[in-house]
């Protein structure tokens, strides 16, 4: 690894951190000593990376720091674009169409070889298992979510029944046959998972919910410790 590498993985590291790091975990994660560790961190300062502690304290990254994107490497590159087409698979027409002017930014700004190698990138994205449609507009859910609004819609669950149901929307789950919305349901006064496409007449009711998002997902996640990465049990609606 060349010391520019090293230097860039050093502040990759440091932004993954919210706390200061101390320097040995640092230089353990990079395979170098702490004495070479000690004098990455000062070169990093001496060219304007905003970074805060010392020796035997640890380390933190103050937010705001950018890097250029001619600093992707090949991986991250491809990685960009595996997501980007992903998303023009699997979301709404509108996340698609984001994810494609995301690469045109970069691509735009990157070195010419690497540019091409987006073009060319050996990643391919099969086309999904045709799901039913939706009836509600997966854009307004995503505005909702990020809004932290209350949404309303009327939904039939797997046996045929209807309700009506308001709820606090925090996450959609794009599975390979379905996505599913995850809110706090005013009805059942707790979690429950809806999928979109058994959901009509949402309607985004432009209100705060009472709780910020963040503090609902950490719960639901004490609930689902496995949704990262394997999605959510099943619960009744």
Known sequence: ????????????ALRRRRRPVAGAELADELGVSLRTLYRDIQALVGQG???EGEAGVGYVLKPGF???PLMFTEDEIEALVFGARLAATR???????????ALAKIAAVLPRDLADRMETTGLIVAPPWRAPED??????????????????????????I???????PIAVAFFERARVLTAWCELRQDFRHFRI????????????????RRVLMKEWRELE??????GFRPLPN
Request: proline content about 6%; aromatic content about 4%.
């Open 162 to 168: 209807a309700t009506t149901r308001t709820v606090w």
């Open 135 to 160: 009836q509600v507009d997966l854009a307004m859910i995503r505005t909702a979510i990020r809004n932290e609004t209350r949404l309303t819609f009327a939904y039939v669950n797997e046996k045929g």
């Open 49 to 51: 990376a905003p970074i």
């Open 91 to 101: 979301a709404d027409d509108r996340l698609a169409s984001a994810a494609e002017n």
């Open 225 to 230: 410790p496995n949704a990262p990465d394997t």
């Open 1 to 12: 690894m060349s010391r520019a590498e090293r230097l860039l993985t050093l502040v990759q």
């Open 197 to 212: 496409d058994r959901m009509a007449q949402a309607v985004d009711l432009g209100q705060r919910y009472p709780r910020r």
């Open 66 to 68: 950018m890097l250029p």
